[in-house]
């Protein structure tokens, strides 16, 4: 009996801490790998003080699990508590000559260049065809672009631009390195008509690229200088962290080493997560990232409000959209993500969720 009792005790201790780790549970992607692992992320948003210290309710810790890629062409939802797997695409070696880096814009000054795609909205997506889904039932004009953190859009519909990504130095999970794909697939993407490229993700996130400024700019000038008079090309894209060394304080160096190291880049990528109540938020932090940019254009590539309902999510893109599509210094926006987890623009498989239809009908 005395053993009995002592095993209620842990399993109810065990229940209590599960309930409140998913009480502070964030769905986000993880790294694009092709193998299940396992990982603890910490994430602090744009109200969370400048200091290490962990603020109460500012910040959130998840225990991220991935599955692996599907190797048929079958439809696999992301369950509610599992972090989406952004595809990798199949590696190529580049050849061995690196092309020639062209003149660009350079790292001062503000490019009259803009994407050629249709409208500002994009798709953030896995599953290309959960991607086609979605961009058909788009509003016309809307949905022109799209991208899966990967460097091949693996069937995405031609309707859509699609825009490679880096995303960063490797090998990464036992995967093939990054780098030795990036130029074989950036040539084939340029000759194809890219209208521009996405540099590394979020490095300035240990639990992500995770590059210092001076090691993502030595980087950025090897692996994106070179097409940077054939496309536009994109800085790293950055957290809304407040804390030292990531977020805005890791762009401001980024910028200042690119302009020893001569990095060309035409636009400033960022992600923004945050309550819907701090939806101010979200335009201050463009409008920063622009100012530190030298006046760049800003495209906002992941953003979405956290522990929001759905009739909370839905209020937020409608006061959110027609913000985003007024602010003359933003050139692409897509909201996180195309999939059927909670508070993504599917319901199911074949369905738009009430978020995803707001979304794409404003």
């Known amino acids: 009996m005395a053993a009995l009792a002592g095993a209620v005790a842990v399993i109810d201790q065990v229940a209590a801490l599960n309930i409140n780790r998913r009480e502070h549970k964030l769905e986000k992607k993880e790294n694009p790998v092709v193998w299940e692992t396992v990982e603890e992320t910490v994430y602090v948003y744009g109200n969370a003080p400048a200091t290490?210290?962990?603020?109460?309710?500012?910040?959130?810790?998840?225990?991220?699990?991935v599955n692996p890629t599907p190797p048929k062409n079958e439809v696999h939802p992301v369950q509610k508590d599992q972090a989406p797997a952004p595809i990798k695409p199949a590696t190529t070696k580049p050849a061995t000559s690196k092309p020639a880096t062209p003149p660009g814009t350079g790292s001062t000054g503000v490019s009259s260049k803009r994407p050629g795609f249709s409208g500002k909205r994009g798709l953030a997506y896995n599953d290309p065809r959960l991607a086609n889904l979605v961009g058909s039932s788009c509003k016309s004009g809307a949905c022109g672009w799209a991208?899966?953190?990967?460097?091949?859009?693996?069937?995405?519909?031609?309707?859509r631009a699609f825009i490679p990504m880096l995303w960063g130095?490797?090998?990464h999970n036992g995967n093939n390195d990054f780098f030795d794909s990036w130029h074989s697939n950036a040539r084939k993407a340029v000759a194809n008509g890219a209208k521009a490229l996405l540099s590394f993700n979020e490095p300035d996130n240990k639990g992500q690229a995770n590059?210092?400024?001076?090691e993502a700019a030595k980087h950025h000038v090897e692996y994106m200088n070179p097409y940077a008079g054939q496309t536009l090309i994109g800085s790293p894209s950055i957290t809304n962290s407040n804390l030292q060394g990531e977020g805005l304080?890791?762009?401001?160096?980024?910028?200042?080493?690119?302009?020893?190291?001569?990095?060309?880049?035409?636009?400033?990528?960022?992600?923004?997560?945050?309550?819907?109540?701090?939806?101010?938020?979200?335009?201050?932090?463009?409008k920063q990232v622009h100012d530190i940019c030298d006046g760049k254009p800003v495209w906002l590539t992941e953003?979405?409000?956290i522990e929001a309902t759905t009739a909370q999510t839905e209020e937020?893109?409608?006061?959110?959209i027609p913000k985003l599509e007024s602010i003359d210094h933003l050139d692409a926006y897509a909201y996180f993500m195309v999939g059927s987890g909670a508070n993504q623009l599917l319901s199911s498989d074949s369905a738009l969720s009430p978020i995803g239809n707001k979304y794409v009908s404003l």
């Open 169 to 171: 130095k490797g090998p």
């Open 147 to 159: 991208t899966n953190w990967g460097q091949s859009e693996v069937g995405l519909s031609p309707n």
């Open 303 to 305: 953003f979405a409000p």
């Open 316 to 320: 937020f893109l409608s006061q959110a």
């Open 52 to 65: 290490g210290s962990r603020p109460a309710g500012g910040d959130k810790v998840a225990d991220v699990v």
């Open 249 to 286: 304080d890791w762009l401001k160096s980024w910028v200042q080493e690119c302009k020893s190291q001569h990095c060309e880049y035409h636009y400033c990528a960022t992600h923004w997560y945050d309550h819907a109540s701090a939806i101010n938020t979200l335009f201050e932090h463009i």
């Open 211 to 214: 590059m210092s400024p001076a």
